[in-house]
């Protein structure tokens, strides 16, 4: 069956852009994160980033799945 349709369906300019750069910004992250990890002393670093962006990128949707 099919589900039902009480959620509206928007998309605001502001959310629209927010999900492009976030994207954008994501998919360099793991282009130039081999590189830059080589030049860091020690590979923690590189997992707190990715561990920092997550918890921002979730904060970000969480705000965004809120807001009016």
Do not use: M, Y
């Not at 349709?5 to 994501?26: C, E, K, N, Q």
């Amino acid at each position: 069956g099919e589900a039902p349709h009480d959620l509206p369906r928007r998309l605001t300019l502001f959310a629209a852009t927010t999900v492009v750069i976030g994207s954008i910004i994501g998919s360099g992250i793991f282009k130039k994160a081999g590189g830059i990890a080589l030049l860091l002393p020690d590979p923690w670093i590189v997992l707190g980033a990715f561990v920092w962006w997550t918890i921002c990128q979730s904060v970000a949707n969480i705000l965004l799945a809120i807001e009016d």
